[in-house]
């Protein structure tokens, strides 16, 4: 692709170009943090997480800011519009990773001390670094304007579904064992949301970048297997219920 | 009791609807090119330009100086006939008149389709005459009467006659620009064409003018087939419902505008109209 007739154009959707590899690059970094804090019971992880999150707002509005300018004062068209238009949806998406990542960091600091089920940690552990690999993924994807990788990203979205399936059902399970575990499994299991909801973040963006290389939005149905909407787990040792007393 | 009584009678006027969108247009052709070529001399201008222009909508005409767009533009009233030296080729029909057939008379046939210029013209006659020339000419006025009325008609869908109402008797060259263009608008349609071309005709207008005169467009084409040529890919943008890209004299793509301006599939239309033609 050739270059603008007008070079402060071109530089001004390059800028955008380079604040969203930023934000990306923060996000990156703040949900890795997120993840060993929550794995090494590191409370200083955590605050620097929590901390991390003013810049990545401060990222969204400042590249919000600018596009809005460019439209005003541009009117871009064709491939400069669906940029200008993916750069907003992508830097929106990346904020609510960033808060995300916040809620995750807080939660690690909120059961650093408490003793903690080491199975379903593992897979806290392993739900977290595949939305962290997706989230990786999918920004490449942006940065090479590679469709094809940002709907594979998009297709392997299902097994961070299936992670936070099992998760849901073990730390169910947990709580109806002992009355005790509920505070702690309960931020466990909304640490396990997040990531799943990270991980549904990093598929708009594969969604968006779809957009920004083919100009058509992606028609069919993404996989979905998060079930535990739908889901009711029966508590074991309901005699009362089935009238067996 | 129902306070909002839906009239029951079946001649009820119908509501228009302030939305308009693409699929709103009309989608009869009429004006059918195939095969289009325009030679100046020895140098061809145009290259095998096939194209269906649909009724009642607005067509855009883009690209860069010398492209062919209105080059190709007047080949649809035959005004390249008066061009010395100018050659065309290829079939163009309005609706089902093969307009370079020897039997058509290009005089009758710019009565059904209209131009407007870049420059306003009006003729050095006054508000009145520059309107009732055209029914004049072609006979189509009946009686005084009928004249005034044709006018009267036409300035008020030119959107023009609130303005000139107390003045018909003065000189159409007193009008400010916008107005001036206005008025050629109304002479255009007082011969009731089918279709109007347009060839920038908002280049020598400021904001305010430009936007009267794109609102008639949207006005008109509920009645006329438009098409347009311009330099500004935002006006092409703003009022055509299909826009057609030209470049060395070849149409390059035709489509949706939504489609031309988001995502558009040639890459040459690409590079022209994100600028970045070198």
Redesign the interface.
Known sequence: ??????KA?EEELRLLDSQIAKMGGLAEDMLGRAILALDRRDPELAEQAIKDDKAIDDLERTIEEQAISIIARR????????QIVTVIRISSDLERIGDLSKNIAKRALAVANEQQPKQVMHGLKHIGLSSLEQLKNVLNAYSNRDADKAMKVWLRDERIDAMYNSLFRELLTYMMEDPRNIGLCTHLLFGAKNFERIGDHATNIAETVHYLV???AITEDRPKSDITSTSVIEYPDMHWKNGKD | MNMQQTPSTADAPSIQTAVRTDSATDTRVEMHARRVSVFYGQKQALFDVDIDIPSKAVTAFIGPSGCGKSTFLRCLNRMNDVIEGARVTGEIKLQETDIYAPSVDPVQLRARVGMVFQKPNPFPKTIFENVAYGPRIHGIAKSKADLEEIVVNSLQKAGLFKEVKDRLHEAGTGLSGGQQQRLCIARAIAVSPEVILMDEPCSALDPIATAKIEELMDELRQNFCIVIVTHS??QA?RVSQRTAFFHLGILVEEGETSQI????KDNR???Y??????
Do not use: K, W
């Open positions: 692709m050739s270059e603008h007739i007008v154009y009117q871009p068209m064709a491939l400069d519009l669906r083919h100009g058509t | 890919m935002q943008a301006f988001t995502n558009p239309t690409q590079d109209i994100t600028g970045r033609f070198g």
